[in-house]
């Protein structure tokens, strides 16, 4: 009787480690999947608060230029004070490389803002979506990596959605305008990005978008003294939720949500910009797109979505 009492507990005692490591396996898989599905929706977020700034465009009757510094120095601002009070700030290595990023920063904004106002946020939206072709294009040549023929490839097939968009091939025309200043804000993009990518090895991506936000309002300073007018209240709370919202919040979103999910997830879940930005556009704007337009920037878009799935595939070696 004690052998068969003594038989018994030891199979208890066998079983119930068991049942431990069964319940802390389902539930790490368990908090493993609302991590991720955490990350999905602040990346989905982020890059609807993305969509949401090209709307600002239109809403703010200011130059390119004024918007930018006001976008910028308090987005700077706001990211600055959120690394302090998480304790997450670290000192770059590198700082002369921002008095070259900085302005490149800025002028990216300008020229997307520039677009924007010259056409329509779909034409806005869509060309600057270009950037990750140009990205493919422009890093073998900083880095001197293998080109690949399929960029060559996407770049004619974007070239063709351009081509589709453009409504007349004279530069009289403002919509021509607003094009090429677009196609100007994903290049500057793509090389911001380019160059992002390396010094990430050396600082965190929240220090890099703070000190770059920072020096492109110091960029635009002095023209910002020169034509200084102060925003009227209107004005002013609408820069503030572009800047808090859609600059500060978005990135933090986008970075936190990057730790949870591939590269690869990240960069298709970006070319959902413009779609958000247009349908937005759409529902707060009424503005609506024309068929070639909603061609041409669809077929940009999946060429995009092509690139960056293949690039991001290859670096994250799936």
């Given at each position: 009787?004690?052998?068969?009492?003594?038989?018994?507990?030891?199979?208890?005692?066998?079983?119930?480690?068991?049942?431990?490591?069964?319940?802390?396996?389902?539930?790490?898989?368990?908090?493993?999947?609302?991590?991720?599905?955490?990350?999905?929706?602040?990346?989905?977020?982020?890059?609807?608060?993305?969509?949401?700034?090209?709307?600002?465009?239109?809403?703010?009757?200011?130059?390119?230029?004024?918007i930018v510094f006001w976008r910028?120095?308090?987005?700077?601002?706001?990211?600055?004070?959120?690394?302090?009070?998480?304790?997450?700030?670290?000192?770059?290595?590198?700082?002369?490389?921002?008095?070259?990023?900085?302005?490149?920063?800025?002028?990216?904004?300008?020229?997307?803002?520039?677009?924007?106002?010259?056409?329509?946020?779909?034409?806005?939206?869509?060309?600057?979506?270009?950037?990750?072709?140009?990205?493919?294009?422009?890093?073998?040549?900083?880095?001197?990596?293998k080109s690949h023929w399929y960029?060559?490839?996407?770049?004619?097939?974007?070239?063709?959605?351009?081509?589709?968009?453009?409504?007349?091939?004279t530069l009289n025309h403002h919509?021509?305008?607003?094009?090429?200043?677009?196609?100007?804000?994903?290049?500057?993009?793509?090389?911001?990005?380019?160059?992002?990518?390396?010094?990430?090895?050396?600082?965190?991506?929240?220090?890099?978008?703070?000190?770059?936000?920072?020096?492109?309002?110091?960029?635009?300073?002095?023209?910002?003294?020169?034509?200084?007018?102060?925003?009227?209240?209107?004005?002013?709370?609408?820069?503030?939720?572009?800047?808090?919202?859609?600059?500060?919040?978005?990135?933090?979103?986008?970075?936190?949500?990057?730790?949870?999910?591939?590269?690869?997830?990240?960069?298709?879940?970006?070319?959902?910009?413009?779609?958000?930005?247009?349908?937005?556009?759409?529902?707060?704007?009424?503005?609506?797109?024309?068929?070639?337009?909603?061609?041409?920037?669809?077929?940009?878009?999946?060429?995009?979505?092509?690139?960056?799935?293949?690039?991001?595939?290859?670096?994250?070696?799936?």
């Amino acid at each position: 009787m004690l052998l068969k009492n003594q038989a018994g507990k030891s199979k208890t005692n066998i079983i119930f480690p068991l049942e431990i490591d069964k319940s802390l396996f389902i539930l790490k898989h368990m908090l493993k999947k609302n991590k991720y599905r955490r990350a999905l929706v602040q990346s989905h977020i982020a890059v609807i608060f993305f969509g949401i700034a090209g709307l600002f465009g239109k809403w703010l009757h200011l130059p390119p230029e004024i918007i930018v510094f006001w976008r910028t120095a308090v987005a700077a601002t706001a990211l600055f004070f959120i690394l302090k009070l998480r304790g997450n700030w670290i000192k770059p290595k590198k700082l002369s490389i921002y008095f070259f990023l900085g302005p490149l920063l800025a002028l990216h904004w300008i020229a997307f803002f520039k677009s924007i106002q010259l056409s329509t946020v779909a034409i806005g939206l869509i060309t600057f979506s270009t950037f990750p072709v140009f990205v493919a294009i422009l890093e073998p040549l900083f880095f001197k990596t293998k080109s690949h023929w399929y960029d060559i490839l996407a770049a004619v097939i974007v070239l063709g959605g351009v081509s589709l968009i453009v409504p007349a091939w004279t530069l009289n025309h403002h919509y021509m305008t607003g094009i090429i200043w677009g196609i100007g804000s994903g290049l500057t993009f793509a090389i911001l990005t380019i160059i992002n990518r390396r010094m990430l090895q050396d600082s965190p991506a929240s220090t890099i978008t703070t000190l770059q936000n920072a020096f492109a309002a110091l960029t635009l300073l002095p023209t910002t003294l020169y034509h200084f007018k102060l925003p009227t209240i209107s004005e002013g709370l609408l820069l503030i939720i572009l800047a808090i919202f859609c600059t500060a919040l978005a990135h933090w979103l986008y970075i936190q949500a990057m730790r949870s999910i591939s590269a690869r997830l990240a960069s298709l879940i970006c070319t959902m910009e413009p779609v958000y930005g247009i349908i937005l556009a759409f529902l707060l704007l009424n503005e609506i797109p024309n068929f070639r337009t909603i061609l041409g920037g669809l077929i940009i878009v999946v060429t995009v979505a092509c690139v960056s799935n293949n690039h991001s595939s290859q670096s994250t070696g799936h």
